[in-house]
Nanobody, 115 residues
Protein backbone atom coordinates (compact mmCIF):
# COMPACT_ATOMS: atom_id res chain seq x y z
CA UNK A 1 0.00 0.00 0.00
CA UNK A 2 1.08 3.55 -0.70
CA UNK A 3 1.76 5.57 2.43
CA UNK A 4 0.96 9.26 2.75
CA UNK A 5 2.13 11.16 5.80
CA UNK A 6 0.47 14.43 6.76
CA UNK A 7 1.96 16.97 9.12
CA UNK A 8 1.53 20.58 10.15
CA UNK A 9 -1.82 20.43 11.84
CA UNK A 10 -2.48 21.95 15.21
CA UNK A 11 -4.12 24.90 16.90
CA UNK A 12 -4.53 28.28 15.31
CA UNK A 13 -6.37 31.46 16.11
CA UNK A 14 -9.06 32.79 13.84
CA UNK A 15 -7.33 34.84 11.19
CA UNK A 16 -4.12 32.92 11.67
CA UNK A 17 -2.24 30.56 9.39
CA UNK A 18 -1.08 26.97 9.20
CA UNK A 19 0.79 25.02 6.56
CA UNK A 20 0.03 21.37 6.02
CA UNK A 21 2.42 18.98 4.33
CA UNK A 22 1.79 15.61 2.76
CA UNK A 23 4.76 13.45 1.93
CA UNK A 24 4.00 10.86 -0.71
CA UNK A 25 6.11 7.97 -1.93
CA UNK A 26 9.14 9.11 -3.87
CA UNK A 27 8.93 6.23 -6.31
CA UNK A 28 5.70 7.46 -7.86
CA UNK A 29 6.41 9.69 -10.83
CA UNK A 30 3.10 9.55 -12.63
CA UNK A 31 -0.11 10.59 -10.95
CA UNK A 32 -3.47 12.09 -11.71
CA UNK A 33 -3.79 14.49 -8.82
CA UNK A 34 -2.83 15.19 -5.25
CA UNK A 35 -4.95 17.14 -2.89
CA UNK A 36 -6.64 17.71 0.40
CA UNK A 37 -9.98 16.79 1.87
CA UNK A 38 -11.32 17.44 5.33
CA UNK A 39 -13.87 15.98 7.68
CA UNK A 40 -15.43 17.69 10.65
CA UNK A 41 -17.05 15.68 13.45
CA UNK A 42 -20.42 14.34 12.40
CA UNK A 43 -19.99 15.49 8.82
CA UNK A 44 -19.00 13.85 5.57
CA UNK A 45 -15.56 14.25 4.11
CA UNK A 46 -15.44 17.24 1.81
CA UNK A 47 -13.17 18.42 -0.95
CA UNK A 48 -10.73 21.23 -0.18
CA UNK A 49 -8.15 21.56 -2.95
CA UNK A 50 -6.25 19.60 -5.58
CA UNK A 51 -3.33 20.01 -7.93
CA UNK A 52 -3.05 17.91 -11.08
CA UNK A 53 0.05 16.49 -12.70
CA UNK A 54 -0.12 19.38 -15.16
CA UNK A 55 -0.02 21.95 -12.40
CA UNK A 56 -3.66 22.98 -12.48
CA UNK A 57 -5.04 23.89 -9.08
CA UNK A 58 -8.63 23.82 -7.91
CA UNK A 59 -10.28 24.89 -4.70
CA UNK A 60 -13.54 24.51 -2.92
CA UNK A 61 -15.51 27.74 -2.85
CA UNK A 62 -15.25 27.84 0.92
CA UNK A 63 -11.46 28.20 0.83
CA UNK A 64 -10.84 30.20 -2.34
CA UNK A 65 -8.66 33.20 -1.69
CA UNK A 66 -7.52 31.83 1.65
CA UNK A 67 -5.85 28.48 0.94
CA UNK A 68 -3.09 27.73 -1.54
CA UNK A 69 -2.07 24.27 -2.68
CA UNK A 70 1.39 23.62 -4.08
CA UNK A 71 3.63 20.69 -4.84
CA UNK A 72 7.32 19.92 -4.69
CA UNK A 73 7.68 17.44 -7.53
CA UNK A 74 11.15 16.29 -6.53
CA UNK A 75 9.91 15.28 -3.10
CA UNK A 76 6.42 14.32 -4.24
CA UNK A 77 5.15 16.43 -1.39
CA UNK A 78 2.03 18.55 -1.51
CA UNK A 79 1.42 21.54 0.72
CA UNK A 80 -1.64 23.43 1.82
CA UNK A 81 -1.00 26.95 2.99
CA UNK A 82 -4.01 28.03 5.01
CA UNK A 83 -4.43 31.71 5.73
CA UNK A 84 -7.25 33.71 7.29
CA UNK A 85 -8.38 30.63 9.15
CA UNK A 86 -11.92 30.44 10.43
CA UNK A 87 -13.41 28.27 13.18
CA UNK A 88 -15.38 26.43 10.50
CA UNK A 89 -12.08 25.23 9.04
CA UNK A 90 -11.74 22.98 12.07
CA UNK A 91 -11.54 19.40 10.84
CA UNK A 92 -9.28 16.47 10.24
CA UNK A 93 -7.44 17.12 7.00
CA UNK A 94 -6.61 14.17 4.78
CA UNK A 95 -4.07 14.01 2.01
CA UNK A 96 -5.22 12.30 -1.16
CA UNK A 97 -3.22 10.80 -3.99
CA UNK A 98 -4.86 9.60 -7.19
CA UNK A 99 -2.88 7.37 -9.52
CA UNK A 100 -4.89 6.30 -12.54
CA UNK A 101 -7.87 4.52 -10.96
CA UNK A 102 -6.41 4.22 -7.49
CA UNK A 103 -7.01 6.50 -4.53
CA UNK A 104 -4.71 6.63 -1.53
CA UNK A 105 -5.33 8.43 1.74
CA UNK A 106 -3.21 9.59 4.62
CA UNK A 107 -4.10 9.14 8.26
CA UNK A 108 -5.20 12.73 8.66
CA UNK A 109 -3.99 15.67 10.69
CA UNK A 110 -6.16 17.68 13.06
CA UNK A 111 -6.65 21.38 12.47
CA UNK A 112 -8.42 23.33 15.19
CA UNK A 113 -9.22 27.01 14.82
CA UNK A 114 -10.44 29.01 17.78
CA UNK A 115 -11.90 32.48 17.86
Amino acid sequence: QVQLVESGGGLAQAGGSLRLSCAGPRNIFSFTAMGWYRQAPGKQREYVATTTSGGTTNYADSVKGRFTISRDAAKNTVYLQMNSLKPEDTAVYYCNLRVVLKNYWGQGTQVTVSS
